[in-house]
């Protein structure tokens, strides 16, 4: 009775190179769409995947290798149209992973594309896109979803400039710290609520004054008043 | 190959009560639950349906009768367990009803519990009203979307009161005032960006001053800052 339904996760992995934001696509090897530029994606496997975003993680690793990036679930889109074969559901998830990650993994056949000038795609995924950089955008004013960019570690100037090419927009330094401030776990000092900022005690050298370098916990829904 | 999973809609159907906020449930006639309350919700028939959230609108309309009400993707939900009868994936949608829609449609076997007293419930449906119930807290601060709980007209007093009862706060009324403001469309005014409260010429009558009475148009995200 529910056969006629297609069950797939995409994934719209996201990372930000000093030429702005990137999308990994994949060329389809097959129909339909063979030989064009899609999201990374599969089929939902009921006998190997606990979930849906279980089926992100296989998937993921599968057909890119990467086997760790900040990943939530982003919408669920349907239709009968979307998919030449048939009814299809797919549940799409918004992946962030930092460019060094991405890099090390070697290409595995994974095309950086600029956010902003994508090639033809297969399926729905353009308007996928676009609603993961939509997320991303609005989210960033409010959470620490941008650490998810960031390398291991990383000063407070870099993420503040990964918080701008998020949000296109310039904030203010002495806001910016302000805010990142009670994220921030201090030597010795009693772990706070939700630290996500940890001194690693070393500086990051430089042709200007030595800052302070941190490493990332998780990303955080916390802030009580967008950023800007 | 994709035959084993079995793709739902749930609908979590909210309405406000003088005694608060209250989740729509419906006794289950069949295995498996019956006996049990749970959310309204069926299988996607992808011969009837365009899209999953079709699917929400058509068994809203049949079970509870319900022709019209906010209605916006939540999250979806998988799992081999939530579902006894097999590996089972649900899109699960937030409705919004004003009391006096919900009780105009007769009936039709709905329960109204209280948010806050929830009977025991079939599948994983509590899970399911408690993420429910985060979104509309957290995005009432951004948001119109409290609108889809308020009657055809009310007063600028009364959407207080509401946001206050889905906040969990009490609001600065001169800052509530300020912030619903610019989405009054006074008549012989320009349209702005985005109205979303019209007067309607009438006031309410009552023991105190009278008030102007609006009538919705939709739920807007568009607040740059929350409200509290």
Tied chains: 1, 2.
Excluded at 195 to 200: D, H, I
Aim: proline fraction near 8%; aromatic fraction near 6%; include cysteine.
């Amino acid at each position: 009775m529910q056969c006629p339904i297609i069950v797939t996760i995409d994934v719209v992995l996201l990372t930000l190179t000093p030429s702005g934001m990137q999308v990994a696509l994949q060329r389809r090897v097959k129909e339909p769409f063979a030989g064009v530029s899609a999201l990374p994606g599969g089929y939902v496997r009921p006998e190997l995947d606990a979930n849906t975003h279980e089926t992100a993680v296989r998937v993921l690793r599968a057909k890119t290798g990467i086997a760790s990036a900040h990943l939530e679930q982003l919408v669920s889109e349907s239709s009968p149209d979307r998919d030449p074969r048939g009814w299809s559901l797919s549940v799409v998830y918004l992946a962030l992973v930092p460019l060094d990650k991405l890099m090390a993994q070697g290409s595995k056949g994974l095309e950086l594309c600029s956010a902003d000038a994508l090639p033809a795609l297969a399926f729905d995924h353009a308007q996928l896109i676009a609603k993961a950089l939509e997320r991303l955008r609005n989210k960033a004013a409010y959470s620490t979803l941008p650490l998810g960019l960031m390398p291991d570690t990383f000063t407070l100037a870099q993420l503040q400039k990964t918080y701008e090419q998020v949000m296109g927009v310039t904030l203010n330094k002495s806001t910016f710290r302000a805010r990142m401030a009670p994220l921030i776990l201090e030597p010795g000092q009693a772990a706070p609520a939700h630290p996500a900022l940890y001194p690693t005690g070393d500086m990051q050298d430089g042709v200007h004054r030595p800052a302070r370098l941190f490493r990332k916990s998780m990303v955080l829904n916390i802030f009580e008043s967008p950023l800007k």
